[in-house]
């Protein structure tokens, strides 16, 4: 079947700090991957997103590139600030009959001091 | 526009009640998804409306479990005789129609009822 399994949380950085979140995953065929971000008090929000290899998805500062060949879709940015900390969780939707399910990760808690 | 939004934002009940969950979606959104995040379990699909089709209910997890969509919009997910293990958030989110040779529907998401078994 279809899996996320992204880093364990918590994560705690520094303002400026490097981000990165490794998300890797497990599908047949060429799904489509996801990041959402769950800031206090709210529901998810898509952060950004990718259809095919190779693609990178941008968005606030945020990146990640779809790599087929090690079924990753890493998260990164180069420099947190307080506003970040959230509940970041990386998703995919497979093509096909099924292609409105999104299956998660369990999610990381960034928290980022001043 | 207004977002999603659901009702009640919390919810505590004891043992063995029946609680309802309300989801209203962004007005003109077709399609209307039901998700459980639990600790244990992180974020579980439960329900998928679009339109006038069958709902998917592959992900509800028992009998006790159901969930109506009346007239195309407003959204209510019913729990029977709850157990402890119900204790989660409950997250609808909803979706433009997918467009032919799309891939996906961005879905957009509510903030969520927490409900608690005691």
């Known amino acids: 079947g279809n899996s996320v399994t992204q880093m364990e949380g918590p994560v705690t950085l520094s303002e400026e700090a490097f981000l990165t979140i490794n998300c890797t995953y497990t599908?047949?065929?060429?799904?489509?991957l996801f990041w959402y971000v769950q800031y206090p008090g709210e529901g998810l929000q898509l952060l950004l997103k990718?259809?095919?290899?190779?693609d990178k998805g941008s968005n606030k500062g945020f990146e990640a590139t779809y790599r087929k060949e090690t079924t990753s879709f890493h998260l990164e940015k180069g420099s947190v600030q307080v506003s970040d900390s959230a509940v970041y969780f990386c998703a995919l939707i497979r093509p096909g009959g099924s292609n409105y399910k999104l299956t998660f990760g369990k999610g990381t808690l960034l928290t980022v001091n001043p | 526009g207004a977002g999603v939004s659901q009702s009640p934002s919390n919810k505590v009940t004891e043992k063995g009640k029946d609680v309802e969950l309300r989801c209203d979606p962004i007005?003109?959104?077709?399609?209307l998804y039901w998700y459980r995040q639990s600790l244990g379990q992180g974020l579980e699909f439960l329900i998928y409306?679009?339109?006038?089709?069958?709902?998917?209910k592959s992900g509800l997890p028992s009998d006790r479990f159901s969930a109506e969509r009346t007239g195309g919009s407003v959204s209510t997910l019913t729990i029977q005789r709850t157990q402890q293990e119900d204790s989660a958030v409950y997250l609808c989110a909803s979706s433009l129609a997918l467009a032919s040779g799309s891939r996906y529907n961005e879905q957009f998401f509510g903030p969520g009822t927490r409900l608690t078994v005691l």
């Open positions: 990718a259809t095919k290899a190779d």
């Open positions: 409306f679009q339109g006038n089709s069958a709902p998917d």
């Open positions: 599908a047949t065929g060429y799904p489509s």
């Open positions: 007005s003109g959104h077709t399609a």
